[in-house]
């Protein structure tokens, strides 16, 4: 078989990448073989789901995934770590690593329970938290409007507090306020969290977050609650996506999540600051956070089948061998798919910085401090970071799909699975577009901070060498490394600086900031943002690759490689907003080219072992093209010939429209 004989020689490298790889994910309490151990007894557990679940229906589907979720949930709570996020055995055996990231159970655990975590009073945790662990509260995370979504404060839902029954009234007075789209709402869950316009005594207190039973015991809505599923999307169908209408719903006083907002029984409201409203969206931000991350699974998934595919797919003979040519060897394949290994180990490392950040501010949440400053930075790098790796999602999905042929448009190539699922993300939990511009925002700040002599601090503290870094050149630096960590920089600052000068003419002539940011600069700001979330993602990888403790002297010069394949790629593909930077000569692009090449062909040697590196089972993958016996022509044909439609020699409209049609004409 071709990986075989590929793999030979390899098994070293492999061992130590699985080690690396592992290690990233918060896992090096475990040996490779407690982890294989671990995700063995998981696939016998029913977790991993298998090819004939392509030919799934809907409803089918849903139920198929629910049963495979909760088989997932009592095998972590049979392994005691249910309430261990942090644990390893449960880090392996995340709900994406079995193709279970757009369950309902999913959410109800990190958006739901979390919600509470974060937002609940020591007594409400106390009380909801063991709830939430057996399942006998299981609830969804109620934000988004029919009207409104990334514009969390013109929410219409309202919660007004009774002060003779001591009671909120929830209530949807439009139908623009009906809440729509919420993971798990449609079906599975029986409580929500409720983002509402909080009314006390006729007087507004902005929005905050209930806790609210929306099913009875016997799974039935409550009176004054209209719910549903949403119906068929372009991905995660097998999320009961939902509905929700509110009718002078009546929930109890002790329902407002009151680890920073209070309502007395007489009414009287009280907030531990003005911005306290703000520390509520630590949740949005850790969901983002799980989208960066999580996009690592999902391009190495990608890597993984498109690479293995490409190694036993033949075409063309080779002139002077005169046999067929494996695709990987073109190119073609290898400029589209090897970037995905680059960006894949690229989010790994950069994650090991920003959930520094985002540990350290929920450490002093718990310890009730007031991390404003902290928050502000995680927001501003979650709000470019996620859009950056949706939208590359989109386009390499599209890439690997291609680099497979007409096989890679197949279910059941496994290609198709993640496109879908990664169409969502574009908009889940804070559509890119909208989102993006608080990047923009905040750069802005800081753009006007210098221009008033102010010294800026962490994660733009480079720009305070920007009048320097603008004169820098590729021939400046001597390293590979570092040319392309300084000519992202550069890109930055340069842009940084039209954006900002930009907006500061059309303000002095006069136009109020509203115009200018919606109608001068939007978009100046939101290419601005991209560009500095691939600086800043690209800047800690490479940091990283010599402070990071798995890295060893067999991974480094690899995960290298790896990175370097991934920038360049991304200057090549974005090359005239590099130049007008004016950091590359035309022979320094030359040169650049040349070791790009060069870097590709050392990548292709060891493309197989990187890939099986990632340590992904054949049900994980849940792809015919990406097996690890590399068998995939037996496979596949064996896969379709289990499609329902094959029971029957034809379909029922042969009979009742094909033969009256011949006697016709």
Known sequence: MELTKEREG??????????????LLGCESLTLEEIDKVKSEAARAGVYPNLESYYLNREEM????????????EFWHNKGVLDSRENPIRKVTEFIYGCLDTNGLFLHFEAF?????????????????????????????????????????????TATYDVTTREFIIHSPTVSSIKFWPGGLGKLSNHAVV?????????HHGVQTFIVKIRDEEHIPCEGIHVGDIGSKFGFNSEDN????????????????????????????????????KLGYGNMLYLRLMIFFGRSVQFSRLATIGIRYSIVRRQFKDSETGEERQILDYQTQQYRLFPLLGISYAIRLAYIEINKKYKSYEQQLFEDKRPFGLLKEIHTLCSCLKPLVTWRMRKFGEYVKQCCGGHGFLNVSGIHRII??????????????????QTGKYLLEEAQKLERGEKLSGITEFLNSSSVLLTKKASSFSSINEILVNAFEKRVAFYLEYAAGKFKRFVEKGLDVQTVWNEKTQQDFIDLSMYFADAYMLKSA??????????????RPVVEKMLQVYAIYCIMEEMPTFLVIDFFSSSDMDSLREVFREALLALRKDALAIVDGFGYRDDELCSVLGSYDG???????????????NKSNTLPGYFEYIKPLRAKI
Request: glycine letters at 6%; hydrophobic letters at 35%.
């Open 542 to 555: 490479f940091k990283q690759l010599y402070e990071c403790e798995f890295l060893n002297d067999t991974t």
């Open 62 to 73: 849903m139920n198929y995934d629910l049963k495979r979720a909760c088989n997932l949930v």
């Open 242 to 277: 939902g509905f929700i209408k509110f009718t002078n719903y009546r929930i109890p006083r002790d329902n407002l999540l009151s680890r920073y907002v209070q309502v007395a029984e007489d009414g009287t409201f009280t907030s531990a600051s003005s911005d306290a409203i």
């Open 195 to 203: 983002q509402a316009q909080l009314y006390v005594n006729g007087k």
């Open 631 to 645: 068998d995939v022509y037996n496979k596949l044909i064996a896969i379709v010939r289990k499609n329902p439609l």
């Open 10 to 23: 390899k098994h070293g490298l492999v061992k130590d990448l699985k080690r690396l790889w592992n290690d």
């Open 420 to 437: 879908k699922s990664e169409e969502g993300l574009v908009t889940a939990e804070g559509t890119n577009l909208v989102i993006i511009q």
């Open 113 to 157: 329970m979390r919600t509470i975590e974060l937002l609940g009073s020591a007594d409400q945790r106390a009380k909801w938290i063991p709830k939430c662990l057996t399942l006998e509260a299981i609830g969804c995370y109620c934000q988004t409007e029919l009207g409104h979504g990334s514009d969390v404060m013109s929410l219409e839902t």
